[in-house]
């Protein structure tokens, strides 16, 4: 009914998110060489893996 007046909802508008992070994140700024950073960027794409998701994956597999 209220609606039908002009009135509109007072609850905020929720964001969509995607997905919501684990814990905080931090920079790592690194240069590795050309061939190297290729063949990282390459096993992220096939593994359809974020960055942060291939270097911990890698990570994973190492036990560090």
């Known amino acids: 009914m209220a609606e039908r007046h002009g009135f509109v909802p007072r609850?905020?508008?929720k964001k969509i998110v995607r997905r919501k992070e684990a814990e905080p994140?931090?920079?790592l700024n690194i240069r590795?060489?050309?061939?190297v950073y290729n063949r990282f960027?390459?096993?992220a794409?096939?593994?359809?893996?974020?960055y942060p998701?291939?270097?911990?994956e890698l990570m994973?597999?190492?036990n560090i």
């Not at 590795?32 to 061939?35: F, K, N, R, W």
Request: charged fraction near 25%; avoid cysteine; glycine fraction near 0%.
């Open 45 to 50: 794409i096939e593994n359809r893996m974020s």
């Open 60 to 62: 994973d597999r190492a």
């Open 53 to 56: 998701e291939a270097l911990k």
């Open 41 to 43: 960027v390459a096993w």
């Open 32 to 35: 590795p060489p050309v061939s």
């Open 11 to 13: 609850e905020p508008i």
């Open 25 to 27: 994140s931090a920079n």
